[in-house]
């Protein structure tokens, strides 16, 4: 089975500064690993994802995550945020199991970016 | 672009009443999928398909069943509505199984059930 964890539920943040937001993930086999955004009232986009090679991913608006596979983790990191950036976020991780792979999702991280 | 459309976003039901969510993709894509979001939850498999005519429960299924008759759509039906299915459904789909493929939500469709 796997699983995914976001230690932080909410995560205020000044405009211009730094942000982290942390992801766990438990699974037995090789996996895959996303984050994804969802703008209030709307569906979910992609950010970035990871599939193999270079540990660091880089996505859209300014986004990049860093793969550590000691740690189990998939932590999402924007060097100076903008009030745009004010979303839920999304880790789920997803592997080769059954007859179609799963895309399981961790409970989210509400970024709340002010003045 | 890839579209995921789903028909309704706000949808007011009785408890009792039989619900279609529907959902159509434009891609060809093989799989999709039907998610529920609740606050603190956040994103739960309810069923997926893999193929046209081709389901699988996902996490949590009860009370809920699908249609996949045509591969662009996918139906959630609600059998008999209750006030604990008042959610936010987001329909998705992928390309194949692979589990790299990015996966493609629409915009989701709130449901009361009051």
């Known amino acids: 089975a796997q699983s995914v964890t976001q230690l932080d539920s909410q995560v205020p943040v000044f405009e211009e500064a730094p942000v982290e937001l942390r992801c766990n993930y438990s699974?037995?086999?090789?996996?895959?690993l996303f984050w994804y955004v969802q703008y209030p009232n709307q569906g979910l986009q992609l950010l970035l994802k990871y599939l193999s090679g270079s540990t660091l991913v880089k996505g859209i608006n300014g986004f990049e995550a860093e793969f550590n596979k000691s740690q189990t983790s998939f932590h999402l990191r924007k060097p100076s945020v903008h009030i745009s950036d004010t979303a839920e976020y999304f880790c789920?991780?997803?592997?080769?199991?059954?007859?179609?792979?799963?895309?399981?999702f961790g409970t989210g991280t509400r970024l709340q970016v002010t003045l | 672009d890839v579209k995921v459309t789903q028909s309704s976003r706000y949808l007011v039901k009785r408890t009792g009443e039989k619900v279609f969510l529907e959902c159509v993709q434009d891609?060809?894509?093989?799989?999709m999928f039907w998610y529920r979001q609740d606050p603190g939850l956040g994103l739960r498999l309810i069923y997926f398909?893999?193929?046209?005519?081709?389901?699988e429960k996902g996490d949590i299924p009860e009370g809920y069943s699908v249609s996949r008759e045509k591969k662009e759509r996918f139906s959630l039906i609600l059998e008999s509505a209750s006030t604990n299915q008042t959610s936010m459904y987001l329909c998705?789909?992928?390309?194949?199984?692979?589990?790299?493929?990015?996966?493609?939500f629409g915009e989701g469709s709130w449901l009361t059930v009051v």
């Open positions: 891609m060809d894509h093989e799989n």
């Open positions: 998705a789909s992928r390309p194949t199984h692979f589990p790299g493929n990015t996966i493609y």
């Open positions: 699974s037995s086999v090789s996996v895959y």
């Open positions: 398909s893999y193929d046209v005519k081709m389901k």
């Open positions: 789920a991780v997803s592997s080769h199991t059954g007859t179609a792979s799963k895309l399981t």
